[in-house]
């Protein structure tokens, strides 16, 4: 990706653009992690959580930067081509059930690590293939994970949940799964399937770890902060989700 990036920022300065076109063209590269991996996907949780203005011009960047790619030669098929660029329906997370996680864990095996990378990490599938044995830390409040080339090329560190630390330190050094992002997708959705749990896609996994931590926290920022969000207003749909309050008062009744 680093070479990839190089090249794609020497192509843009050859064009003789603005200083500022490089920065928003460069900037969105690195919020899609891999554009040669990045699916429909990736680009629609880029666009989610925010308004109507902003989506079109995420997505205007979006294909400018795919359509780069393809005179360059690095890529063939722009995967935002078929997004649209309204809001559309408004944008609803389905956070994995525990009774699902709970499944899912039973599979083992990767699937079981790649879960809890997920669910008590929020790693996205870009983030779980690049995860290092290094990636583990220790400072003065405990264990904790380096997330590893983290959207907009951030390296951020986030608390490390013991089964995190169980599946880092379980492992050899370097990369746990040195795969490409399809192969995990492929494999995900395979043993999904055989288990009778097509609908849980992996970033449902994502989901639950939002909405778990504002459920302990009942605090945005920090939501935001170990979900690496770059806008607040991502992190409140899933706050939406996790607040109770409405229905406990109901209840209460």
């Known amino acids: 990706v680093t070479a990839l990036r190089q090249s794609y920022a020497a192509e843009l300065q050859a064009q003789r653009l603005a200083k500022t ?47 780069d790619l393809i005179l360059m030669d690095e890529i063939e098929v722009d995967p935002s081509a078929k997004v649209r660029s309204g809001r559309g329906k408004t944008y609803e ?5 525990e009774d699902e996680l709970s499944r899912i864990l039973r599979i083992g095996g990767r699937i079981r690590a790649w879960a809890i990378m997920g669910a008590y990490a929020g790693l996205r599938r870009c983030e779980v293939v690049q995860v290092e044995r290094e990636h583990l830390l220790m400072d003065e409040r405990g264990p904790t994970l380096l997330v590893p ?17 169980e599946v880092l330190e379980a492992a050899g050094p370097g990369r746990l799964w040195p795969i490409k992002v399809d192969t995990l997708t492929d494999a995900w959705a395979y043993h999904l399937r ?13 989901h639950r770890f939002a909405t778990q931590v504002y459920r302990s926290t009942g605090d945005l920022l920090v939501t935001s902060k170990v979900c690496r969000h770059r806008s607040i207003s991502t992190t409140q749909v899933y706050a939406k989700v996790a607040d109770r309050r409405p229905y406990d008062a109901v209840m209460a009744i």
């Open 194 to 206: 055989r288990a009778g749990l097509g609908d849980c896609t992996f970033h449902r996994l994502r």
């Open 21 to 67: 076109t490089i920065y928003r063209r460069l900037t969105m590269f690195d919020r899609l992690g891999d554009p040669r991996t990045a699916t429909k996907a990736d680009v629609l949780e880029i666009l989610e959580g925010v308004d109507v203005g902003t989506r079109k011009s995420y997505l205007s960047l979006i294909r400018r930067v795919y359509a």
């Open 93 to 97: 997370p389905r956070p994995i059930t």
């Open 149 to 165: 080339n983290g959207k907009g090329g951030t390296h951020l560190t986030i608390p490390a949940h013991p089964l995190v630390v």
